[in-house]
Nanobody, 120 residues
Framework: VQLQASGGGLVQAGGSLRLSCAASSVSISTKAVGWFRQAPGKEREMVARMTTSGVQTYADSVKGRFTISKDNDKRTVYLQMDNLKPEDTAVYFC???????????????WGQGTQVTVSS
């Protein structure tokens, strides 16, 4: 699965962004999907994920502010990010796998990353 992420940018604290991740040629309706991020000097971390049955899990740091969703017809995964904070600054990656247990690893497909910068 080839993934194309978009939607990153520069935003002030308290603002919102919506990231998109479009999958080419392959349906994502039976896939687990996730968003990860990596800040400079830090390990990559899971931000949000959705299992094949639609169960969502969020990192504690983004609960109540971020929402993951997907549109199967458009083969696109979204990450709505509200009330952004400077500590959300990172490169964000989308990830698609056949099972949620494979998210974050090498058994799924990764997008190229999109930069999100939140100014204080």
């Amino acid at each position: 699965v080839q993934l194309q992420a978009s939607g990153g940018g520069l935003v002030q604290a308290g603002g919102s962004l919506r990231l998109s991740c479009a999958a080419s040629s392959v349906s994502i309706s039976t896939k687990a999907v996730g968003w990860f991020r990596q800040a400079p000097g830090k390990e990559r971390e899971m931000v949000a994920r959705m299992t094949t049955s639609g169960v969502q899990t969020y990192a504690d740091s983004v609960k109540g502010r971020f929402t993951i969703s997907k549109d199967n017809d458009k083969r696109t995964v979204y990450l709505q990010m509200d009330n952004l904070k400077p500590e959300d600054t990172a490169v964000y990656f989308c990830n698609v796998a056949s099972n949620w247990k494979f998210l974050g690893g090498s058994r799924g497909s990764w997008g190229q990353g999109t930069q999100v910068t939140v100014s204080s």
